[in-house]
């Protein structure tokens, strides 16, 4: 391969059809193994889910004094938030001119500073806690390219000004192409966030929390107390259950119909740092596209860095940062996955000639009808029982905000903002109808369409691939691996019932209609589904 090729071109060649290499945050910070629940547990308090809501909730209730447990499914921070872009800003792309149509002013403003204390708190723990994380204060922006969507964004400026930020509208920017408009928020920040969790994961069982993984849940009963089942056995009784789990594995109150999930893909790789943009950029344009660098280990340990390879200014070794690149948003199971990652490398090599694009991963959001996440009581009669969900793509400082606010309800004080999180608020249900029939439209296009449509004989699928086929009345997910086996599931997703797709890049089968993924061994990767896909012979 020779080095005068252009770099695209060389990554394109060492990568064929791109597939996932791995998060870079969770490749950088390993932390240690928790141990399984294995035996009945009683405690005031156990939360499902070790994501940044989840950890965040368990965190404040113990300094609060409550005894609690984490039940975690895979690895601590490893699922969403370990796939993140990793910032923390209260500039959620177009939210606030929204937020005062649809809602008001005053939902504005309690957005606003709810994100925003969620951010400055983070800030104190790290100081307080002497967390390093690569912590580092920019300047976010929300950009357009095209000159007609200029209006939008100068009302968003005026709306998040309004909300109590400090916006403006600008028009100059670090990207190195030129913008129509763009918001900016000064003082906002960006950090490693697995770093950040381990960090307050080992600080909460110092204090007294349990934190269990590969401990996968399966059945709640509501009570006092309430009663949490296992796929090991072991049941947990506890006075309070909060439900963090990204999707909610538990819908008392229909949440999954006010729900969408939308995946992303991110490719990453070292840039000299004389091409960073200096700030955290995002555009709703070109299916998305956000933009940011991080500190860049370099690894050679010399004199004059600090322990992650990086001197005083934050750039890594041989002047390097890490420039991360999110876009190409989809509905899992749906489209080709390489092809979106071809686009994204291929976008960022354009704008960003110097990096060596050799990470790749994909994130996945869960995007609520109405704009608002869902954090607080599970359903219209829930006493005991709470949910975090629906960040909309911003489950970094949402998640941080879940944790006091729900820590605040489950030891009885008032948050200024619970009224707006709630999910069991039905004041918007007119204005968000629109969104939900379309959501459910499209559920029901992929439970009955999918069913329906032609499939190819098992003998065409190659190595590395997946398919759905059809055997008489069942379907089938087939994926031959690449010694040329077969590996044989029920195409049927354990959540619902919804057919998965295989997604060739990740090597995982999905459902388009919840956002449930699993590997080529039927194992769920990602939930609302709580059971692997069933085995089949053929």
Same mark, same amino acid.
């Given at each position: 391969?020779s080095e005068h090729?252009?770099?695209?071109?060389?990554?394109?060649q060492r990568?064929?059809?791109r597939?996932?290499s791995?998060s870079?945050?969770?490749?950088?910070?390993p932390g240690?193994?928790r141990? *399984?629940?294995? &035996?009945?547990?009683? #405690?005031?308090?156990v939360v499902i $889910?070790a994501?940044? @809501?989840? /950890?965040s909730?368990?965190y404040e209730l113990?300094?609060a004094g409550?005894?609690? *447990?984490v039940l &975690?499914?895979?690895? #601590?921070?490893?699922g969403v938030? $370990?796939h993140t872009t @990793?910032? /923390?800003t209260?500039?959620?792309?177009?939210?606030y001119d929204?937020?005062?149509r649809t809602?008001?002013?005053?939902a504005?403003?309690?957005?606003?500073?709810?994100?925003?204390e969620?951010i400055?708190h983070a800030?104190?723990?790290?100081?307080e806690?002497?967390?390093d994380c690569?912590?580092?204060?920019?300047s976010a922006?929300?950009?357009v390219?095209?000159?007609n969507r200029?209006e939008?964004v100068r009302a968003?400026?005026?709306?998040?000004r309004?909300a109590?930020l400090?916006?403006s509208f600008?028009?100059?920017t670090?990207?190195?192409f030129?913008v129509?408009g763009?918001?900016?928020?000064?003082g906002?920040?960006?950090?490693h966030?697995r770093?950040?969790?381990?960090?307050?994961?080992?600080?909460l069982?110092?204090h007294?929390g349990?934190?269990?993984?590969n401990t996968v849940?399966r059945?709640?009963?509501?009570?006092e107390?309430?009663?949490v089942?296992?796929?090991?056995?072991?049941t947990v009784?506890?006075?309070?259950v909060?439900?963090?789990?990204?999707?909610?594995?538990?819908?008392?109150?229909l949440?999954?119909a006010?729900?969408?999930?939308?995946?992303?893909l991110?490719?990453a790789?070292?840039v000299d740092?004389?091409?960073?943009?200096d700030?955290m950029?995002i555009?709703?344009?070109e299916?998305?596209r956000?933009?940011?660098t991080a500190?860049y280990?370099?690894?050679?340990?010399?004199n004059?860095k600090?322990?992650?390879?990086n001197?005083?200014d934050?750039?890594g070794?041989?002047g390097r940062?890490?420039?991360v690149?999110t876009?190409e948003?989809?509905t899992?199971?749906?489209?080709d996955?390489?092809a979106r990652f071809?686009?994204?490398?291929?976008?960022?090599?354009?704008h960003?000639?110097?990096?060596?694009l050799v990470?790749s991963w994909?994130?996945?959001?869960i995007?609520p009808?109405?704009t608002v996440a869902?954090?607080?009581p599970?359903h219209?009669?829930a006493?005991?029982t709470y949910v975090?969900?629906?960040f909309?793509?911003?489950?970094?400082?949402?998640?941080?905000m879940a944790?006091r606010l729900?820590?605040?309800?489950i030891?009885?004080?008032?948050?200024p903002?619970?009224e707006?999180?709630?999910?069991?608020?039905?004041?918007?249900?007119?204005?968000?109808a629109?969104?939900?029939?379309?959501?459910?439209?499209?559920?029901?296009?992929?439970?009955?369409g999918d069913?329906?449509r032609s499939?190819p004989p098992?003998d065409?699928?190659p190595?590395?691939?997946?398919a759905?086929?059809r055997a008489?009345l069942?379907h089938?997910?087939?994926?031959?691996d690449d010694?040329g086996d077969?590996h044989?599931?029920s195409?049927r997703c354990t959540h619902?019932?919804?057919?998965v797709?295989?997604?060739s890049?990740?090597?995982a089968?999905?459902?388009p209609c919840?956002?449930?993924?699993?590997?080529?061994?039927?194992?769920?990767?990602?939930?609302?589904?709580?059971r692997?896909l069933?085995r089949?012979?053929r």
């Open positions: 391969m090729q252009p770099r695209q071109e060389r990554q394109q990568h064929g059809r597939r996932v791995g870079y945050w969770v490749e950088t910070a240690p193994e141990p *399984a629940l294995t &035996e009945d547990l009683d #405690v005031d308090v $889910g994501g940044m @809501a989840g /950890l909730t368990a113990t300094r409550l005894g609690v *447990a &975690e499914a895979r690895r #601590v921070a490893a938030t $370990g @990793a910032k /923390l209260a500039l959620h792309t177009l939210v929204k937020l005062r809602r008001d002013a005053q504005a403003r309690l957005y606003a500073r709810s994100q925003c969620a400055e800030w104190e723990l790290v100081d806690l002497g967390i690569e912590w580092e204060t920019r922006y929300t950009y390219r095209d000159p200029v939008e968003e400026a005026e709306a998040a309004d109590g400090a916006a600008v028009t100059e670090g990207l190195p030129p129509a763009a918001v900016r928020v000064a906002q920040a960006q950090f966030p770093k950040y969790l381990l960090a307050l994961t080992a600080d069982v110092a007294g349990q934190v269990f993984e849940v059945g709640l009963t509501e009570g107390p309430c009663r089942t296992t796929a090991t056995g072991a009784r506890a006075r309070h909060v439900v963090a789990t990204h999707y909610p594995v538990f819908d008392r109150a949440l999954f006010r729900l969408s999930p939308r995946r992303e991110v490719v790789g070292p740092a004389a091409e960073d943009p700030g950029y555009t709703p344009e299916n998305t956000s933009v940011r500190p280990d370099g690894g050679t340990g010399e004059g600090d322990q992650n390879g001197d005083e934050g750039n070794a041989n940062r890490l420039l690149v876009g948003h989809f899992p199971g749906t489209g996955t390489p071809d686009r994204l490398t291929a976008w960022a090599g354009e960003f000639p110097g990096a060596d990470h994909a994130t996945q959001d995007d009808t109405d869902m954090v607080g599970l219209q009669a006493r005991n975090a969900t629906g909309g793509g911003w489950g970094l400082s949402g998640g941080i944790g729900l820590t605040a309800l030891t009885g004080r008032d948050c903002w619970q707006l999180y709630d999910p069991r608020r039905l004041r918007t249900a007119v204005r968000e629109p969104t939900f029939l379309r959501n459910q439209a499209e559920v029901a296009r992929h439970f009955v069913r329906l499939t098992v065409a699928i190595p590395g691939e997946g759905v086929v008489g069942d089938l997910a087939v994926y031959r010694d077969l044989t599931l195409a619902l019932g919804c057919l797709a295989f997604d890049a990740e090597r089968w999905e459902c919840h956002g449930s993924r699993f590997d080529t061994e039927g194992n769920v990767l990602q939930g609302p589904a709580t692997p069933e089949r012979e």
